[in-house]
């Protein structure tokens, strides 16, 4: 019996569409594989140069204390601000600065490129935040460990390149990348901020003490600037 020529062509078209995908997913595998390479070399440049800055600024230190003087290092470019407090008694200006700062809930945290206007505006909400420099470690894992990126108006978990490079951000292909454009304060860092999803933190080991909650950190409290100390409170919170 003679095979229909409409089956005959539906055959065709199948085994068409067949090669296609089997085309496209040894291209992807290779594709893969090839930027597996890539952004691992990527990363070892990034390590090189972090330790190389970090060996610069011991020798600074050294030299400056064989002449008698002092290292200044030169100042921070981003902060990390967390918001501890709710929405009762928040003024409607700071309401609107942490709105901003894309901080809309309790333990929201997110990046902020430090200048003289973002520093008098976190000046202003500092009985409702803590902020300070973060370390590029905890860049790195707040990245991994809460990282969700968006796409389309749509909350994405960074769990594979893809969903960086599917974010179209000049120079920004993996997570390496965008860890060293949010630690550095690249030419895309406001693209590479817009795309990361403010982190959801937990509450911090241990819990808040209801009577230093509301005080100063320089008073014993948790609001306000707490520089470099940051580190450790994020680590509580993760």
């Known amino acids: 019996m003679k095979t229909p020529e409409s089956v005959l062509k539906k055959q065709a078209t199948q085994k068409k ?11 992807a595998a290779a ?46 470019k981003v902060a990390l601000v967390i ?4 929405t009762i008694g928040v003024s409607p200006k700071a309401k609107k600065v942490m709105q901003l700062f894309r901080l809309r809930q309790l333990h929201n945290a997110s990046f902020v490129k430090l200048n ?9 909400i500092e009985p409702y935040v ?22 389309n ?13 599917d974010a179209a951000i000049p120079g920004i292909e993996c997570t390496a990348d965008l860890i060293h454009e949010i630690f550095t304060v690249g030419p895309n860092f406001k693209k590479a901020n817009n795309f990361l999803w403010p982190f959801k933190l937990s509450n911090p080991k241990g819990g808040f003490s209801s009577k230093t909650k509301l005080l100063h950190f320089m008073e014993g409290g948790e609001a306000g600037a707490r520089g470099e100390q940051i580190n450790q409170f994020v680590l509580k919170m993760l």
């Open 17 to 27: 569409l067949a090669e296609a995908a089997a085309a496209a997913a040894s291209a």
């Open 31 to 76: 594709k893969a594989t090839a930027d597996v390479a890539t952004f691992a070399k990527k990363a070892e440049a990034y390590d090189a140069e972090y330790t190389k800055a970090r060996q610069e600024a011991v020798e600074n230190r050294r030299t400056a204390k064989v002449k008698g003087g002092f290292y200044v290092p030169p100042e921070q």
């Open 83 to 86: 918001r501890i407090r709710g």
């Open 116 to 124: 003289e206007a973002t520093i008098r505006m976190l000046r202003l």
């Open 130 to 151: 803590t902020y300070g420099y973060p370390s590029r470690a905890i860049v790195q894992k707040l990245i991994w460990k809460r990282g969700f990126g968006k796409i």
């Open 153 to 165: 108006k749509q909350r994405i978990p960074i769990a594979d390149n893809t969903v960086i490079q």
